[in-house]
């Protein structure tokens, strides 16, 4: 069980998802009966996710958001800060806990290390990102979104009010990540 991602692309108002999804949404539909197709379409175009007043679209992930090892410290250590005294007093305790894990959370760590760690499984998030972008998407990808800092994911329980992509970067960078767009999925 994870946290969903959600992902900013700044698409221009003009382009339609419709024409985005091309390929995959008529290779989906395809299979379904002619009576239910509009209906579908309807949901499968609504389940993305919404659009901003200036076209932007957040991106409804099914990718579980794996922050790199930064983000994961400095959310740690922004939570204990925030806490002030008590924050140290906990970071203080933590610090001089000393225990001996169970068999079962030392095999689990041990495979966690093995597969990678913190870093493993930020790489696996951002490939499996690229997958999904690229399996949705297709060729549209490069006419869906201009930011050359590449696509912003962060954590879908991050709350956003913003109207526009610029408003929205500043509200959820923060609490995100920067991934490269267009994405590349390793061979």
């Known amino acids: 069980m994870g946290i969903d991602t959600r992902l900013l692309l700044r698409m221009p108002s003009t382009l339609s998802l419709e024409d985005c999804f091309g390929e995959w949404l008529r290779l989906a539909l395809a299979e379904m009966p002619e009576e239910q197709r509009g209906a579908m379409k309807a949901m499968m175009l609504t389940g993305v996710g919404p659009r901003l007043a200036d076209g932007t679209l957040v991106f409804h992930s099914n990718v579980h958001f794996a922050p ?11 939570m204990l800060n925030a806490l002030g005294a008590e924050g140290a007093a906990v970071r203080d305790a933590l610090a001089g806990i000393k225990f001996e894990p169970a068999p079962e959370f030392k095999r689990a760590l041990g495979d966690f290390r093995a597969r990678g760690g913190v870093e493993g499984a930020f790489e ?7 997958e999904e972008l690229v399996g949705r998407f297709g060729a549209s990808l490069k006419e869906m979104h201009d930011d050359a800092r590449g696509v912003l994911a962060f954590p879908e329980l991050v709350e956003m009010h913003a109207s526009t992509y610029d408003a ?16 590349t999925i390793p061979q």
Not at 68 to 78: I, K, S, T
Not at 124 to 130: K, T
Not at 168 to 183: K, M, N, R, T
């Open 68 to 78: 790199p090892r930064q983000a994961l410290e400095r959310g740690v250590a922004d």
């Open 124 to 130: 696996r998030f951002r490939e499996a990102v690229a």
């Open 168 to 183: 929205a970067v500043a509200q959820v960078e923060p609490h995100g990540v920067w991934l490269p767009f267009p994405p």
